[in-house]
């Protein structure tokens, strides 16, 4: 099993993270979080690196049903997706598969709730 998803656009890094953005909101997520990781790699370590930015991806509703089937599941809250430059005319989008990081957990009900989760963020990316 992968742990996660993913697909190349033949979109510039900017115009894919706006498409990434609006495919996830049609799918009920917001972004809650993001790291700039070039801007981190840059500031923290002088290291130059491509267009790399990691969205935190949250269901609220999902998000409150998962952490009312285990309280700890917060460790792995939200959804990672994250758009990266492939070079200037090309991105690519990738998703945590929820299943996978689900496994450690032994909750037949919240992997029920992953696998939604899951189907969701597949759905944005076959939206992209």
């Keep these: 099993m992968s742990y996660y998803a993913a697909r190349t656009l033949d979109l510039p ?5 706006e498409r990434t953005r609006a495919a996830l909101a049609e799918e009920g997520f917001g972004v809650i979080t993001e790291i700039d990781v070039r801007q981190v ?3 923290k370590i002088g290291v130059d690196f491509r ?9 609220p ?5 998962a952490l009312k ?7 792995m809250l939200p959804c990672n997706v994250v758009v990266q430059a492939v070079d200037e005319s090309r991105s690519e989008v990738a ?5 996978a990081s689900m496994q450690a957990i032994d909750n037949a009900d919240l992997k029920a709730k992953a696998r939604e989760v899951g189907g ?9």
């Design 13 to 17: 890094f900017d115009a894919a993270v």
């Design 41 to 43: 790699l840059k500031t």
């Design 51 to 59: 267009p790399y930015l990691i969205l935190g991806a949250c269901n």
């Design 61 to 65: 509703g999902l998000a409150h049903e």
């Design 69 to 75: 089937l285990e309280d700890k599941v917060g460790t």
């Design 95 to 99: 998703a945590i598969d929820p299943e």
């Design 120 to 128: 969701r963020l597949r759905a944005a990316l076959d939206r992209l």
